[in-house]
């Protein structure tokens, strides 16, 4: 009885107390800044959730900044030590831990920064850090060119992406969105406005491309240009075995790096997977075939989907024919089963927009996102696919979003730059486990995640993390290996008060 009287008095001190704690908590810029803090409830809920809608974390205030200086004064202000306060940068929040957030700091609204500029010679664009990636393509198409490498989804933040690698179908032959770039320009953890390149303070350069944003925050890109082709051929093929699954996948990449086969090799390359227990979109097939593709998963439990894409201008071209001819005459996908639509270069390349809607309408979009991104060496993939694949994944319950599995070529990454990959081998598949799940079942979801990372160490899979969130430094370390010395030291260069990203959990 009486700890429980002391429980109560504790608790109502606490009451007490809270409101004048977080008053104290309360930040407020010096007027000589020039600098609006946003502090309504509405602007301070939306910086509060990112797009895992996992994790709450409640900044201090928002500024939208009206250019690059803005976010200069606010960070040396932050760093004099007059009144230490942390800083993360924001496109869309498209994290999936609180990565963008930063408790009872400074968020900086990086899309009030936007807008692409093209050079006049069309070979590169001049691209702000919180314009979104379908905003490059409108504006870059209008004049026949546009970027070579592109994510999934194209609703996100230019810096956002450059900050951790930039992943998609193009990967295999043009490399991530990191090493697509000519020259940034950065702003340190100590306010520094510094433009940098591969010749121009290149530690920063390669540092800041997959950094997390702890080196500094990206407020201009200068993105490589190519010429936009129109149209795409997007064909999807079904494989019920897996090992002619990936052995297809990987003679086609291998094809980007062949001299003379450019030309018929594809553009475009993911696979994802139909699983029994889970819900089988066939829709991008004829009707007639749906029931048929329905029950082939049904029968198998997993069925295979490669997707790949060529792009093209003329479709009288002979080289279209040759790319046809070439994938349905030559691959193992399982016979009749092959898909071909004909659509523009940007809807094909926004195809995943067309789904959030579908998603949104169905109150199924703003729901939890417990995704698990990894990439695993080829040799393993065999090993990945039964003790993941088979004895996890395909033994749940239910299964509730996409689970995508392709091949890369390591080559066309740039092991200077902060991205981590495994750095095994050549061919390293890229996987993501893209669940999406209720607020009750996120717990399972989560553990569902820990079994896989716990079954890939315990099985020697060398595996690394992509989006990942790890609280523990220790396993930054890890994450990073033979990288981390030069990570932390330029923590210590350019962000010495380590004010930048604490959302990332790193330092």
């Not at 026949?144 to 032959?173: C, K, M, Q």
């Not at 007639?288 to 082939?296: M, N």
């Not at 349905?328 to 071909?340: D, H, R, V």
Request: charged residues 20%; neutral net charge.
């Amino acid at each position: 009885m009486a700890n429980l009287r002391l429980m109560i008095t504790l608790v109502t001190v606490l009451i007490y107390l809270l409101p004048s704690y977080i008053k104290s908590l309360e930040i407020i810029l010096p007027k000589s800044l020039n600098l609006t803090l946003l502090t309504d409830p509405s602007t301070i809920s939306a910086a509060s959730q990112d797009f895992g809608n996992v994790t709450t974390v409640i900044p201090g205030g928002v500024i939208c900044p009206s250019s690059p200086a803005d976010i200069s004064r606010l960070l040396s202000y932050a760093a004099s030590g007059e009144r230490k306060f942390q800083v993360a940068a924001r496109g869309q929040g498209h994290s999936l831990k609180g990565q963008a957030g930063v408790l009872n700091g400074v968020i900086v609204n990086m899309t009030c920064l936007a807008g692409v500029v093209v050079s006049d010679d069309m070979k590169y664009a001049d691209v702000a850090g919180g314009t979104l990636w379908v905003d490059v393509l409108k504006k870059t198409a209008e004049k026949g060119v546009s970027p070579v490498s592109w994510t999934d989804y194209l609703h996100v933040s230019v810096g956002g992406t450059l900050s951790n690698a930039g992943i998609g179908g193009e990967v295999f032959r043009n490399g991530p969105q990191i090493t697509n770039v000519l020259e940034l320009d950065v702003i340190t953890g100590k306010g520094e406005m510094l433009t940098c390149s591969p010749q121009l303070n290149s530690e920063l350069f390669y540092g800041v491309l997959g950094g997390l944003g702890q080196f500094g925050i990206i407020t201009r890109a200068r993105i490589v240009l190519n010429h936009a082709p129109k149209r795409a051929k997007w064909f999807r093929m079904l494989y019920s075995d897996f090992t002619a699954f990936t052995k297809d996948q990987e003679r086609l990449i291998s094809m980007a790096n062949d001299i003379g086969a450019n030309d018929i090799g594809v553009d475009y390359l993911e696979g994802q997977l139909f699983m029994s227990n889970g819900v089988v979109d066939t829709s991008f097939f004829a009707p007639s075939d749906q029931s048929k593709i329905a029950d082939l998963v049904k029968s198998h439990g997993i069925i295979y989907v490669l997707e790949v894409a060529k792009y093209y201008d003329d479709p009288t071209l002979p080289i279209i024919g040759q790319v046809v001819d070439m994938l349905t005459k030559t691959l193992s996908y399982l016979p009749g089963f092959i898909s071909i639509h004909d659509v523009t270069y940007f809807d094909f390349l926004n195809r995943v927009k067309a789904e959030e809607d579908k998603l949104r309408s169905l109150n199924l979009w703003e729901v939890p996102h417990p995704w698990l991104n990894l990439y695993v060496p080829k040799s393993r993939i065999l090993d990945f696919h039964n003790l993941v694949v088979k004895d996890i994944l395909l033994k749940q319950n239910s299964t509730s979003g996409l689970t995508l599995l392709y091949p890369s070529n390591r080559i066309k990454w740039d092991n200077r730059m902060s991205a981590m990959t495994t750095d095994e081998e050549d061919v390293v598949y890229i996987i993501g486990i893209l669940q999406s799940a209720t607020p009750q079942n996120v717990p399972e979801v989560e553990s569902l995640n820990d079994k896989i990372i716990r079954v890939c160490k315990d099985s020697g899979i060398k595996i690394k993390q992509y989006l990942m969130h790890y609280t523990r430094q220790e396993d930054w370390v890890e994450h990073f290996g033979t990288k981390w010395s030069d990570f932390s030291k330029r923590k210590d260069r350019f962000d010495p008060k380590k004010l930048l990203s604490p959302g990332q959990d790193i330092f």
